[in-house]
């Protein structure tokens, strides 16, 4: 399981990566190392809240066992992340994994600089020991372009070469990418802004709330796309978003994205800062799920956030998202499934894995009120549409708690829910993410109606290992 101990608090997920206590934010460099995958992740070890930011660190052979390890980086006193080591990347650096993560010192103004750490013990599979550099290698942004935003680098290759981009946002209100050669790691070089929120695709697609893009990832498809991916940042986390296009040589030694096709990466209120890892047959994807309760709740239970389960992205050919759960997670089921059939009310288990498939117009309610209220999922395949009604599980922070309703073709649709956490992948072409919490007297009960429904639902039990 995930966690190293188990929180009295129901809605703690269990299996999903999240520490024993307190903090955690953004996965930060998703890496594969010596047969096992590496997470880390923004991490607060004294209290559940947003500052006195490390890197917290967990590793698996198999994607759903995770191992805790020490703290990977901490803030360095008189150090260039003196108040904090945020967000970033992992890479191969000759044999030696690299964290390329943003450190803000004593005296920053809002601006981050580019630092590195290094593994003390390559061979070591579980790299538990990382030693920071003493100085930044980038110390802050380009000084003609009025940056007021800068954090966030993820370093990839394209043409033989490896790059880094940098999430930015300017002093009159535009989000960008900026982008950096940085084949020599010691040295960086910057090479322009490789996208920026005036791009109409990009406008089209997110419009204009966003005053600066976090996180930027970058992937590349089998069919010779690159997937761009961004965290919409209005002055608050607000959402996220991807843009599908070409990565083209730009002016002076460096790129360009052309993008051709975007929209929203998670159509839920409570999935921000996916971190991807580029693997040689696919790329999968962790995402931050916040916590949308009272602040006196969450100290009461001593936690806050949770990440995702690991998902496969990709793109169709028309260019918009494919995301799936990644296989792995098939681990995690229980050896026979607790439901085959619609039709009666089936107790549901603290955490499963459900998949409904309709021809028709079908409904899935997952939670029963004391006043009769549900949670339901509404598959309309006839109108394209999936819709997630909370009925009265009513939530806190930005979006409100009304119905959520995906246009995509809706004749499946998989439910994973882990305590708290639900995650709804509404065939391959779109997910919702959601916290609902569930209150002592609530129903966990499942019912489908549908003329044309069928259902298999499991249990999440510990993974075994022969």
């Known amino acids: 399981m995930s966690l190293a101990a188990q929180s009295t608090d129901p809605s703690a997920p269990r299996f999903r990566v999240r520490p024993p206590a307190n903090w955690i934010n953004d996965p930060n460099g998703p890496f594969h190392w010596r047969g096992r995958h590496h997470l880390f992740y923004q991490h607060n070890p004294d209290a559940p809240v947003h500052a006195n930011v490390h890197w917290g660190h967990v590793s698996s052979h198999d994607l759903v066992h995770w191992e805790h390890h020490p703290i990977a980086l901490a803030p360095t006193p008189g150090g260039p992340d003196e108040a904090g080591c945020w967000s970033g990347c992992v890479v191969d650096d000759d044999g030696v994994p690299t964290a390329v993560y943003t450190g803000v010192d004593r005296r920053h103004t809002g601006l981050g600089s580019i630092c590195l750490a290094r593994a003390l013990v390559p061979e070591d599979e579980t790299l538990t020991d990382w030693r920071p550099l003493p100085a930044p290698v980038v110390s802050g942004p380009p000084a003609d372009l009025d940056v007021v935003m800068f954090r966030d680098p993820f370093v990839f290759r394209s043409g033989g070469r490896r790059w880094a981009l940098v999430g930015a946002g300017h002093a009159d209100g535009t989000p960008s990418v900026l982008l950096y050669d940085c084949d020599d790691l010691a040295d960086w070089r ?59 040589p730009g002016d002076e030694d460096g790129l360009r994205f052309e993008a051709r096709v975007g929209g929203r990466l998670d159509h839920g209120r409570d999935f921000y800062a996916p971190a991807v890892l ?22 009461r239970a001593g936690w806050a956030g949770v990440l995702t389960a690991p998902r496969v992205v990709d793109v169709h050919p028309d260019g918009s998202l494919r995301v799936v759960p990644a296989p792995e997670l098939g681990l995690l089921r229980a050896a026979e499934p607790f439901v085959t059939a ?14 409904v498939t309709a021809s028709g117009r079908t409904t899935v309610s997952l939670l029963r009120s004391a006043s009769g209220a549900e949670l339901r999922v509404l598959l309309d395949p006839d ?6 009604d909370r009925g009265d599980w009513a939530r806190t922070g930005p979006g409100g708690s009304g119905p959520i309703v995906v246009r995509a073709p809706a004749g499946e649709v998989r439910i994973l829910v882990d305590g708290s956490l639900l995650e709804l992948f509404v065939g391959d072409r779109a997910t919702v993410t959601e916290r609902v919490y569930r209150r002592p007297a609530d129903v966990p009960e499942l019912v489908v109606t549908g003329a044309a429904a069928a259902v298999t639902g499991w249990e999440l039990v510990p993974p075994t290992h022969d």
């Open 383 to 388: 109108e394209g549409s999936v819709t997630l």
């Open 342 to 355: 619609p039709g009666h009310m089936t107790p549901l288990p603290q955490a499963y894995d459900l998949t």
């Open 190 to 248: 910057f090479a322009g802004v490789l996208l920026d929120g005036n791009d109409p695709v990009a406008a089209d697609a997110f419009g204009d709330r966003a005053v600066g893009w976090e996180c930027p990832q970058l992937y590349a498809t089998a069919g010779g796309d690159w997937v761009l991916v961004l965290s919409l940042w209005d002055g608050d986390p607000c959402s996220t978003g991807y843009l599908t296009g070409h990565l083209r």
């Open 278 to 299: 580029q693997e040689p047959d696919r790329a999968l994807m962790w995402g931050w799920s916040w916590e949308a309760r009272e602040q006196s709740e969450v100290e």
